[in-house]
């Protein structure tokens, strides 16, 4: 079954630190580029973060630069995000999304979503 | 990395068309041809509708077409069907591989 699966949402206090998974299967997870998109709380979807279908490159929106890293293990079929610094608009749904090619900036787009797991940041 | 302009809201009666506009800049709509569009129900994921302006994945129905003139793009729905109400967003590439959303359009059948 082609699925991606994201878990390790959970609240907690601003400035803290959280990584999410997102567990694929169904399809070689090693011949993608994967994202990651969020969606505060009723509004609309916002583009996170990408990383090359061999782990080589990553890129961010400014908006998380220098808090978040996304990483992969292709070995276990599995993306990560690691959030630092959290802030309260940080507060979000966060979505693994697979891209339609290896690598993101061959053809921007999501073919596949998750489920997504929901990140809150409040003291 | 500015959020690509799209309508709150588009409504239509079945069997009618629908066009959901998506108004970018020089620097993404209007430089690539990487336009998709994602169609997503209260509480879902968001599922690909339309991919590099006008491709349809497999399994989406052909009354879903995608263009895109200068730096907007468009998401044309015919024949309005119920379960075409949902809430429609466009993706763009921004280049140097980052990407933007528009801020969504809610689809209502009247």
């Known amino acids: 079954q082609v699925q991606l699966v994201e878990s390790g949402g959970d609240v907690v206090q601003p400035g803290r630190s959280l990584r999410l998974s997102c567990a694929a299967s169904?399809?070689?997870?090693?011949?993608?580029?994967m994202h990651w998109v969020r969606q505060a709380p009723g509004k609309g979807l916002e583009w996170v973060a990408v990383i090359s279908y061999d782990g080589g490159s990553e890129f961010y929106a400014d908006s998380v630069k220098g808090r978040f890293s996304i990483s992969r293990d292709n070995s276990k079929n599995t993306l990560y995000l690691q959030m630092n610094s959290l802030r309260v608009e940080d507060t979000a749904v966060y979505y693994c999304?697979?891209?339609?090619?290896?690598?993101?900036?061959?053809?921007?787009?999501?073919?596949?979503w998750g489920r997504g797991t929901l990140v809150t940041v409040s003291s | 990395q500015s959020a690509l302009t799209q309508p709150p809201s588009a409504s239509g009666s079945p069997g009618q068309s629908v066009t959901i506009s998506c108004t970018g800049t020089?620097?993404?709509?209007?430089?690539?041809?990487?336009v998709s569009w994602y169609q997503q129900y209260p509480g879902k994921a968001p599922k690909l509708m339309i991919y590099e302006v006008t491709k349809r994945p497999s399994g989406v129905p052909d009354r879903f077409f995608g263009s895109k003139s200068g730096n907007t793009a468009s998401l044309t729905v015919s024949g309005l069907q119920a379960e075409d109400e949902a809430d429609y967003y466009c993706?763009?590439?921004?280049?140097?591989?980052?990407?933007?959303f528009g801020g969504g359009t809610k689809l209502t059948v009247l």
């Open positions: 169904g399809f070689t997870f090693s011949g993608y580029a």
């Open positions: 999304a697979k891209s339609g090619t290896r690598i993101a900036a061959y053809s921007w787009y999501f073919d596949l």
């Open positions: 993706s763009s590439y921004a280049g140097s591989n980052v990407g933007v």
């Open positions: 020089s620097s993404d709509v209007g430089n690539y041809d990487y």
